[in-house]
């Protein structure tokens, strides 16, 4: 479904900032209808990685071919209907606050093209699907963090995608709605088939969601594998400093929750 083949990226130099290589043939095969997860920390590639796929960023080498066909060398003609069997999720919601949740889910489409009946019949059954049919009207100032994230998924599955980008899409909502968003991103992989491509820097998020991950340090995949073989046995040294991170945070998490326990009980 998704190669990608001796992708490089670099950022030539500007006023005050040298050359920066951000992707170091980077090479990556994600099947139809698999979740992998893209992992890292600050400034390893990963978000540069999942612009290359759909061309936010274009690889300065290399070849990302996308069911058949290598879209660096797409012309500019064909790139917006390429773009729309992309679907992307982003950490900062970027809902327009002066459209409802509706309208909001129907923008790509309006932007397209489509006439009114288009729009209903896509948008009607994705409100459903992710759980917002009651919110239908109300506006972003209304909804939750967790709801305001239900609606970039559902704007980004308007156009019927083949694929689902989630860069960092969890990263700003609390453990709770995290998980809630992780179970409709599963559901709506096994629905819908989706391949999805996932960028975090949580390995909660890539055990909790993905079926492959790949590490990456300083522009390049330094380990890849199926998650459950990962989470067992890893070799390199970011993927297991990533690996002990969360473990940290998940012994940080208990000892909270038994001091609230505890705290409770003398209170009682």
Known sequence: MIRLSNVQKTYPA????DEHTALRGID????????????GRSGAGKSTLIRCINLLETPTSGSVIVDGTDVTKLSNRDLPLF?????????????LSSRTVYDNIALPLELAGASKAEIAAAVDP?????GLEEKRDRYPAELSGGQKQRVGIARALSSSPKVLLCDEVTSALDPETTRQILNL????????GLTMVVITHEMAVVKAL???VAVM???????????DGIFA??????????????FVEFRAGQDSAQSRDQSSGQEG
């Open 14 to 17: 500007r006023r005050g900032s």
């Open 28 to 39: 990556l095969d994600i099947a139809a209808g698999e979740i992998v997860g893209v992992i």
């Open 83 to 95: 773009r729309r069997q992309l679907g992307m999720v982003f950490q900062h919601f970027n809902l």
């Open 217 to 227: 340090d300083g522009g390049v995949i330094v380990e890849e594998g199926l998650v």
């Open 126 to 130: 994705l409100l459903p699907l992710v």
């Open 185 to 192: 991103l599963k559901d709506i992989n096994k629905r819908l």
């Open 210 to 212: 993905c079926d492959r």
């Open 233 to 246: 046995n890893p070799v390199h040294d970011t993927t297991k400093s990533l690996l002990a991170d969360e």
